[in-house]
C-alpha cells in the first residue's frame, strides 16, 4: 500500500503547480483524500480533501478559490491545482488517505491512515 505525491517545484508568487497522488496496491474508489501541507516549525495542517464520490470537498480558508481538489478514480490519483501560489504556501504537501463509508471527508490528518512520503513546494516572492 503506497502513495506517492509528485509535482511539487519553485515558482514565484502568482504562478501555478498541480500535484498529483498515485495510490498503488489499493484502489482510492472508497477512499476519502486529503492533501496537508507542513512547514518547518509548524504543525501539519490540512489544505483540501475530497470524499470517495466526489461530491464533497472541504478546503482551508488560506487557500479557497485558489486550490482545486480533483480525484480520477479510474487513474487511481488524485490532483491538488494550485494557483496564485504566495510565500506562505511554501512547505511540504502530503496527500493521504482513509476508508470513508458515507462519502464525506475530514481535513482532521488523525483520521488518515496512509500517507505519501511529501513532495516540496517551494514559493518565491
Known amino acids: 500500500v503506497q502513495l506517492m505525491e509528485s509535482g511539487g517545484g519553485l515558482v514565484q508568487a502568482g504562478e501555478s503547480l498541480r500535484l498529483s497522488c498515485v495510490a498503488s496496491g489499493f484502489t482510492l474508489d472508497y477512499y476519502a483524500i486529503g492533501w496537508f501541507r507542513q512547514a518547518p516549525g509548524k504543525e501539519r495542517e490540512g489544505v483540501s480533501c475530497?470524499?470517495?464520490?466526489?461530491?464533497?470537498?472541504h478546503y482551508l480558508h488560506s487557500v479557497k478559490g485558489r486550490f482545486a481538489i480533483s480525484r480520477d478514480n479510474a487513474k487511481n490519483t488524485a490532483y491538488l491545482q494550485m494557483n496564485s501560489l504566495k510565500p506562505e504556501d511554501t512547505a511540504v504537501y502530503y496527500c493521504?488517505?482513509?476508508?470513508?463509508?458515507?462519502?464525506?471527508?475530514?481535513?482532521?490528518?488523525?483520521?488518515?491512515?496512509?500517507w505519501g512520503q511529501g513532495t516540496q513546494v517551494t514559493v518565491s516572492s
Open positions: 475530497i470524499g470517495s464520490n466526489d461530491e464533497n470537498t
Open positions: 493521504a488517505a482513509y476508508k470513508s463509508h458515507d462519502n464525506m471527508c475530514v481535513r482532521s490528518r488523525w483520521s488518515y491512515d496512509y
